[in-house]
C-alpha cells in the first residue's frame, strides 16, 4: 500500500510541474506584453516580468525535486533520517525565493491596478508569494517535527 501511494505522490508531483512550464512558455510571454502595452511609461517592465516569473521555475523545479527525493527515501525506508529533514529544509528556501521572487512584482501590479482601475489585481498578485509562505511554514513545521522524531529515535536506539 505504502507503494502506491507513494508511486500516486511521485504521479502528482510531476504532473505539477507540467502546467507551471506550459504558463512558463505560453502565459509568461503573454503577461509580459501585456503589462508592456498596459504600462508604456515603464517599458522595462516586460523584462522585468519575464525574468522574475522565469526564474521563480528554478525553485519550483527544485522544490518539486526534493519533493521526488522525500518520495524516494519513504520508499526506502529512509523517512525519519537526516537525508528528509534536508530536503525539507531544501523546500522551505525554495518556497521563500519563490515569495521573495513575486513580492517584488507586487509594486507593478498596484501600478497596474491604478491605470486600469481594478483593485482586485492587487489580490491576484498575493496569491504566489502567499501560497509559498504558507507551504514555507508548513515545510518548516514539518522539518522540525521530524529532526525531533529523529532525536528521539537515536535516543531510544541508545537505551536498548
Not at 21 to 32: G, M, N, Q, Y
Amino acid at each position: 500500500m505504502e507503494k502506491i501511494s507513494t508511486l500516486f505522490l511521485k504521479i502528482a508531483v510531476i504532473f505539477l510541474g507540467v502546467p507551471v512550464l506550459a504558463l512558463c512558455i505560453f502565459l509568461v510571454p503573454e503577461i509580459a506584453n501585456l503589462s508592456a502595452k498596459s504600462l508604456p511609461e515603464f517599458a522595462v517592465i516586460k523584462y522585468f516580468v519575464f525574468i522574475v516569473f522565469d526564474a521563480s521555475a528554478i525553485p519550483f523545479y527544485f522544490a518539486l525535486y526534493q519533493a521526488f527525493k522525500l518520495l524516494r527515501y519513504i520508499n526506502k525506508n529512509k523517512a525519519f533520517s537526516d537525508l528528509s529533514v534536508i530536503a525539507l529544509k531544501k523546500i522551505k528556501y525554495c518556497a521563500i525565493t519563490i515569495s521573495i521572487l513575486h513580492a517584488l512584482v507586487l509594486p507593478f501590479f498596484y501600478i497596474f491596478a491604478e491605470v486600469d482601475d481594478t483593485p482586485g489585481v492587487i489580490f491576484v498578485g498575493l496569491v504566489v508569494p502567499f501560497a509559498s509562505v504558507v507551504i514555507s511554514v508548513f515545510a518548516a513545521v514539518l522539518q522540525k517535527l521530524l529532526k525531533e522524531a529523529i532525536d528521539i529515535k537515536s535516543e531510544n536506539d541508545l537505551t536498548v
